[in-house]
């Protein structure tokens, strides 16, 4: 089995890495830290599973899984993020992405996903099973457009920060950008999202946990 690891973070990766070595001792490892690197590996070599963050530096949001199918349309996305996996999981699966797997998840959770997308193709926490569930019982799946879609890498970062209580200076700090930066940010966010500030954002987010 051939395995490309787009993160960022060092520790993670190595620490996937082991997860995936224990798991196959015969599985090879490519590792990059970017978005367009991972794209100049797909398109050099052929590989059968993608592990990939969604806040990956020159990531592309949403539009990632399309860039990805079209490099090799048969291989298996394996999202691993740091986001709340009840609103990013059932869009990134509906854009074509074969499982979602939040990083606060077990070494334990994260080799039965890794067998789950491998042998079944599909894979996503109980969690997010039921949500996806109830939204087939209400005939919502499909037909609901979840905003969060419409969000720019930076803007979903943003978005993510807003939502754990950060305040602006914080976020500037965070992401290394000027103040007004995240300001611009911000009222996009809240420009796609309808709401008028942080509080509805949050607010928002909880409701779109179940779609």
Known sequence: MKILIVEDHPLIRMG??????????????????????????LDRERFDLLILDIDIPGGENIKMMNMIRGKQPDIIILIHSGYDEQVYALPYIKAGANGFLSKQASHDEFKAALKAVMSKGKYVSYQVQQILLNTIKDNNFGKVMNPITSLSPNEMRVMQLLTEGKWTKEIAAIMNVKEN????????????LDVVDSIELSKKVSLLKQF
Request: with cysteine; aromatic share 8%.
């Open 16 to 41: 996937l890495k082991l997860l995936i070595s224990e798991s196959d001792s015969k599985a090879t490892v490519t590792q990059c830290d970017t978005f367009p690197e991972g794209l100049i590996l």
């Open 181 to 192: 930066t995240v300001s611009t940010y911000k009222r996009r966010i809240f420009n796609k």
